[in-house]
């Protein structure tokens, strides 16, 4: 350990009342052992009186005393008498200091100080020597001092004066005694080993009652203090008879011991001085000779017993230890003097105080654990055990309390933060001394955790499902997302947007849009279920942090059909277009298949479910159509009494709500012989009136021109057939491919075609004017409407060869041959 002292002389003026000025040098030093720093200052400098430059004695910089909040700390809770100026680095005088309030009459006055730094924490002792300047007058306890002298007193006798009292200690103190010039009596000043001094008034001349009873002399007490100063005291001698012994005090000093907080009225010691006189003469007064204001307050003295009893609140932190100066006189005046030490015993009295001298408030969340965010000093001005404090964090929370230097605590994190789950907390710090019984005191820190980006929104579900019917309107609302983000303020403000993708080739924006602030999604166009039924867009969730924290989610977007679409008849060819007639044998037994009626529905679902009803026929009771199928089958054998002409209105009906329909006719003719068929021109007329005229006319020159080529074919199929004829012409025409598109299905019976049931129309030439389309089906592979088969008479004869079989020729194993590449109706002849 090195110490290392300093010392500058600063002379330092300071006025008085009395005249003069007082000169003091300021002495300080600095020790750098554990950091501990001395200085000399004068009492009752001025405030911002400049004491040392404390940061240039440590070694620190301007700088380094203000990014580390240096600040001079004390262990008293009152007042704090020096200050750092982080200006300049300067110690300088905060508040007046006084001596004599501060240490009365010890010949040391220390201040403790403490120079506090932090980031680390450090902490370096202040030890200002407080030095003395004459600023009291000597006082005496009395302004007149009374004797009573018998005249039969001697040369030489001494009589014992008042002490004069002086605040200041040292030289400052009284020095000596001066007595006004008289022929009577002189001074004589003597020093007790405590190097008190006390003055005797000593008799030079008797005295001599008859001539003067009573004197008045002036005494002056003056002290070495530069100026001098002096106080002033009148002592009346009064001219007796002979009182030849002062009081005696059976001790020259007592000492009691004292507990702090006595209860008024306890005994603390009783002083006794005997007089040897007799009489008046012998009788005792006691009674304080000179005690401060203070100790007034707090004894009183029993004039004729002595005893000494407390009167106020003793308190072991203010003074450790009291003098009483106690007098004892008898009747005649003779006086003695005695010293009543009274030494303060310390009781646990004073519980702990927590101050908080540094807090980071709020505190990160993102902080790392063992972070000093807090200063805690713990200050009990008990003294020994009853001082020692224990400080603690009884709660659950994450952060302690980690001793540092002599009283202070630093208060640290232990674990990590997190604003989301907890954003303040309410620490307890808890403060307990070793006395008996101990005392204990508490403090609150309120701390807050500020918020960190850390959290990216969170969709309430996984993904999301969207409903909506087709057809609906733009700007719908389809659904709803919603995301939170636990962060807090900006950081926890989420917006909604789209990302980038494309639906069908187009824009996903082009399809839905989303509003920012609430996650509702709406429609921008309507829908078709017939387009698109399904799709996804994405959708992200963004925060306002910095840097910014999204996530995304799915919304699956169902499309649900609505019953929009009526059923579409492909077969037979909607009115307007053709007119189509099937060829039904006379010998067609029930339930034999004469045709059906083919259509689809767009929709789907139940709305495609399709149903046939005949909605008006001819004969109602010849034919019936199978309601999911469409087949038009006979209900019983054809007779010879039902008519030629056959006319069937179907209805074909969907399951939607509401149902939605299509009709559509049917043209039979009941005849084995294209030749038992009357005029094709009444038929024509009665459904499409005078426009048939015209179609008719080119199909009768078409045809004919074919006539006479097939007509020995014709009659050779004739003649094969013997139960059942049917004509067989060369000159068939299969229905065009854009009546039976392929691969209609009948799903779950919704009354589509099925796959095994294809129906070709032909068309033949026959007597008279007009021909006649019929129907046939085939399992085969239907051949594509522009191409033509011809097939050679063999080809024939190996269809219906087998004349001796059965006379009725089952559609299902009966082929016919396809020459033109369209439909020829009524109107084509």
Known sequence: MMNFWRIVGNTVRRGFSINGCCVFFLFFGLHFAYGDVSYSVAEEMKRGSVVGNIGKDLGLGIATLSSRKARIDTDRNDKRYCDINLSTGDLVVNDRIDREGLCGKKATCILKEELVLENPLELHRISIHVQDINDNDPQFSENLISFEIRESAVKGTRFLLTEAHDADIGTNTVQRYNLQNNEHFTINVATDGSGRKHSELVLVKELDREQEKDLKLLLTAVDGGSPQRSGTATIHVTVLDANDNAPVFSQAVYKASLPENSPVDTVVVTVSATDADAGPNGDITYSFDHVANDHVSLFSLEHKTGEIRVIGSIDYETETAIELRIRAKDGPGLTSYCTVIIDITDVNDNPPIISLKSLTNPIPENVSPGTEVGIINVQDRDSETNGQVRCSIQQNVPFKLVPSIKNYYSLVSTGQLDREVVSDYNITIS???????????????????????????????????????????????????????????????????????????????????????????????????????????????????????????????????????????????????????????????????????????????????????????????????????????????????????????????????????????????????????????????????????????????????????????????????????????????????????????????????????????????????????????????????????????????????????????????????????????????
């Not at 070793?434 to 500020?450: F, H, I, N, R």
């Open 431 to 829: 403060a307990t001394d070793e006395g008996s019984p101990p005392l204990s005191s508490s403090k609150t820190v309120q701390l807050s955790v500020a918020d960190i980006n850390d959290n990216p929104p969170v969709f309430e579900e996984q993904s999301y499902s969207a409903y909506v019917s087709e057809n609906n309107k733009p700007g719908s609302t389809l659904c709803s997302v919603s995301a939170r983000d636990p962060d807090w303020r900006q950081n926890g403000t989420v917006i909604y947007s789209l990302l980038a993708g494309e639906v069908n080739g187009a824009p996903v924006s082009s399809y839905v849009s989303v509003n920012g602030d609430t996650g509702v999604i709406h429609a921008v166009r309507s829908f078709d279920y017939e387009q698109l039924r399904s799709f996804k867009v994405h959708v992200m969730a963004r925060d306002n942090g910095s840097p910014p924290l999204s996530s995304n989610v799915t919304v699956s977007v169902f499309i649900s059909d609505v019953n929009d679409n009526c059923p579409q008849i492909l077969y037979p060819a909607p009115e307007g277009n053709s007119f189509m007639t099937e060829l039904v044998p006379k010998a067609a037994h029930g339930g034999s298949v004469v045709s059906k009626v083919i259509a689809v529905d767009a929709d789907s679902g139940q709305n495609a479910w399709l149903s046939y009803h005949i909605v008006k026929s001819t004969d109602p009771g010849l034919f019936t159509i199978g309601v999911h199928s469409g087949e038009i089958r006979t209900q019983r054998d054809i007779s010879e009494s039902d008519s030629m002409k056959q006319n069937l209105i179907v209805a074909v009906k969907d399951n939607g709500q509401p149902s939605l329909s299509a009709t559509c006719s049917m043209y039979l003719l009941i005849s084995d012989n294209l030749a038992e068929v009357p005029e094709l021109k009444d038929i024509s007329y009665e459904e499409k009136n005078s426009k048939l005229t015209s179609y008719l006319i080119i199909a009768l020159v078409c045809v004919s021109t074919f006539f006479l080529t097939f007509i020995i074919i014709i009659l050779g199929v004739r003649f094969c057939r013997r139960r059942k004829p049917r004509l067989l012409f060369d000159g068939a025409v299969a229905i065009p491919g854009a009546y039976l598109p392929p691969n209609y299905a009948d799903v779950d019976g919704t009354g589509t075609l099925r796959s095994a049931y294809n129906y070709d129309a032909y068309l033949t030439t026959g007597s008279r004017t007009s021909d006649f389309k019929f129907v046939t089906s085939y399992n085969d592979n239907t051949l594509p409407a522009e191409q033509t088969l011809r097939k050679s008479p063999s080809d024939f004869a190996e269809v219906f060869g087998d004349c001796d079989g059965s006379p009725e020729v089952r559609a299902s194993n009966t082929r016919y041959v396809f020459r033109s590449n369209r439909l020829l109706s009524l109107s084509d002849f």
